[in-house]
């Protein structure tokens, strides 16, 4: 019987499985959050994940989901009475248009169906109608395992629409693949931590450009939790309007350290590594649920076509080797399963997992 005492190791698309070494940092003596040393955490955190991130914009921590970063985008940068065009290829592209309606903004939905892309033509026929103030896009949408082409897509952008902000949803992408925010010319990039930095839930990371920091000042009714203005003033004291997960930072300044050590192209070599081992077994056991050239390097979606138990293969790896990985999601159930190999997940780990589940099919 499944018991959170002895939890498995995860290898679903998050939260991903966390290191010892990392678990340590969150038991380490807690700080006052106004105090001098928090300060000092704070601004060593944020500098490096603006090297991390490519910037030299804004950098802020929410203590809360990613999702938190979706409300705080359309609350801050869209105005009651703009358009804001929300991209859907999958559940979570999905989510965050659904995010946007209630906070009773103006939405219209440019979708694709779950596995395929979100293209440039797409967008630019939509946004040639020039009756949008921004648009919101899926780096790495969880679902379906697929990567956007979202460096043609910032190309096309800047290209032809300047003036249109871009929120960026990068939860299972940031880290794990190449992210270079001022140079791809995006206004807002959220990330939650139980991702590619390997940390427990409970803190997202969000870049905002200096044009949407300034866009905000003149929307009303932004609330208070998620306040881009109220999150600069605090940005130049090195602090957080409200009190921050200290833990949580601490363990991402240890993370943070790791992945500058490392290097990001080695970083985000290593994740290509295992994306390839997974999808060569996966096209030689399966098939893959996404074109190949749009499979993601954190997480991979297998399309489910020997029809075997999903539910069952899952709950015999777990009961044998305390190993997870994950169901498909929502209407994928069953149709799908997909297997994490991001953050701290080794290919070693990987290849080990693979042969468990091999041994669960034959």
Request: with cysteine; proline share 5%; hydrophobic share 40%.
């Amino acid at each position: 019987m499944a018991d959170w005492r002895n939890p498995p190791r995860l290898f679903i698309p998050g939260p991903v499985k966390v290191n010892s070494d990392v678990l340590q940092q969150l038991a380490r003596p807690t700080l006052g959050h106004r105090g001098k040393e928090y300060a000092q955490l704070h601004a060593e955190t944020t500098d490096m994940l603006k090297k991390i991130l490519f910037t030299r914009q804004n950098v802020f921590l929410f203590t809360s989901s990613g999702s938190g970063g979706w409300e705080a985008s359309i609350r801050n940068c869209v105005a009651p009475d703009e358009v804001v065009l929300c991209t859907c290829c999958g559940a979570f592209s999905e989510k965050w248009a659904d995010v946007a309606k209630s906070c009773g903004r103006n939405v219209e939905l440019l979708k694709a169906e779950w596995g395929q892309p979100t293209l440039p033509e797409m967008i630019d026929e939509k946004l040639a109608t020039g009756k949008f103030a921004a648009i919101t896009l899926i780096h790495n949408e969880t679902s379906t395992g697929l990567m956007n082409p979202v460096d043609q897509i910032s190309r096309m952008m800047k290209e032809k629409y300047p003036d249109v902000l871009v929120f960026v949803d990068s939860v299972s992408g940031m880290v794990g693949l190449p992210l270079k925010f001022d140079e791809l010319g995006w206004d807002i990039v959220v990330a939650s931590v139980q991702k590619a930095f390997a940390i427990p839930p409970g803190l997202a990371v969000v870049a905002v450009s200096n044009r949407a920091l300034e866009k905000s000042k003149s929307v009303p009714g932004r609330g208070y939790y998620f306040d881009f203005q109220e999150f600069a003033k605090k940005a130049e004291q090195n602090q957080t309007p409200t009190t921050p997960s200290i833990p949580h930072i601490m363990a991402l300044h240890y993370q943070c350290t790791k992945i500058l050590k490392e290097g990001m192209e080695n970083v985000w070599k290593r994740h290509r590594e295992m994306g390839d081992f997974v999808r060569g077994w996966a096209k030689e056991k399966f098939e893959l649920f996404c074109e190949e050239k749009y499979a993601s390097n954190t997480l991979t979606t297998i399309k489910n076509t020997r029809g075997i138990n999903v539910a069952e293969v899952i709950k015999a790896v777990q009961q044998k080797h305390n190993t997870l990985f994950g169901n498909g999601y929502g209407k994928l159930k069953e149709l799908t399963f997909r297997i994490a190999h991001m953050g701290d997940i080794t290919l070693d780990e990987v290849e080990e997992l693979i042969g468990w589940i091999d041994e669960e099919i034959k």
